[in-house]
């Protein structure tokens, strides 16, 4: 990594993933723990997480997730599986926003205790108010 950016390098392999996700109108709490990986493919690496979610009372639960991450000029575009653009993030640029209808997402990234980083997510809506905070740690 350098001066405050990763690239598709960096990111490239298994990572360990922790998420804390707070629903503050329901009150309730999650936990999600498991593994994300880095694989290349041919536009540029897929994420691929996958483990156990712990939320409110309800059972734990096994959960996937996948998105594509793309170089993009001097930064990085993210993309859901689908192909749909998410975000981006760059050089002097680790927050971005992502308009859902009605909701609106905004991420912050922090790669200041490389190769320990963190994503946070700020949720709002008319029946939404979240905050998500994964932290993701190289290993598996």
């Known amino acids: 990594m350098t001066a405050g950016m990763i690239t598709l390098a960096d990111l490239a392999g298994e990572w360990r993933l922790t998420r804390v996700i707070i629903d503050h109108l329901a009150g309730r709490e999650g936990r999600f723990v498991g593994q994300c990986q880095w ?9 691929e997480e996958a483990g156990i979610l712990h939320f409110a009372d309800a059972p734990p639960m096994q959960a996937h997730r996948s998105y594509l991450w793309r170089v993009e000029g001097a930064g990085l575009a993210v993309f ?15 927050s971005d ?3 859902c209808d009605p909701d609106i997402y ?10 320990l980083w963190t994503q946070s997510w700020q949720v709002q809506g008319p029946r ?3 905050s998500i905070l994964s932290q993701f740690q190289r290993g598996g």
């Open 39 to 47: 694989l290349q493919d041919a536009d540029g690496l897929r994420q």
């Open 80 to 94: 859901f599986d689908d192909g749909r653009p998410f975000h981006r993030l760059g050089p002097g640029l680790l």
């Open 128 to 130: 939404k108010d979240m």
């Open 97 to 99: 926003r992502h308009y």
């Open 106 to 115: 905004d991420v912050r990234y922090d790669f200041s205790q490389w190769p």
